[in-house]
């Protein structure tokens, strides 16, 4: 199994999770039922670290210490900074061409 968290917003992570098996053919459909209900499940023991977690917001997050195989996170960031900077200058005017 391999589970991948993806931010959704300032405070929301959604988990996706990929199941790699090898079983006979019957047991497919089970295994596939059990993953989509347990992705979506918080067990009782991981309730309060889950909960507990910081920092809620992904621009919180100066004192991370990334690895090269964070490219992605330094990458999201960068763009997350670079949209939110565009919507706090405001709308742009486009002058039409003459």
């Not at 988990?15 to 295994?31: D, E, F, G, K, N």
């Not at 507990?52 to 763009?79: F, N």
Request: hydrophobic share 40%.
């Amino acid at each position: 199994m391999a589970a991948t968290f993806m931010p959704v917003d300032d405070s929301h992570t959604e988990v996706c999770v990929r199941w790699y098996h090898r079983m006979p053919r019957l047991l497919h459909p089970l295994v596939d039922l059990w993953g989509r209900i347990s992705q979506h499940l918080v067990f009782d023991d991981d309730l309060p670290i889950v909960s507990s977690q910081r920092p809620i917001s992904v621009d919180d997050a100066d004192t991370d210490k990334l690895v090269p195989s964070d490219g992605g996170v330094v990458t999201y960031r960068a763009l997350r900074r670079a949209h939110r900077e565009e919507l706090r200058a405001g709308p742009q005017r486009i002058r039409p061409a003459s």
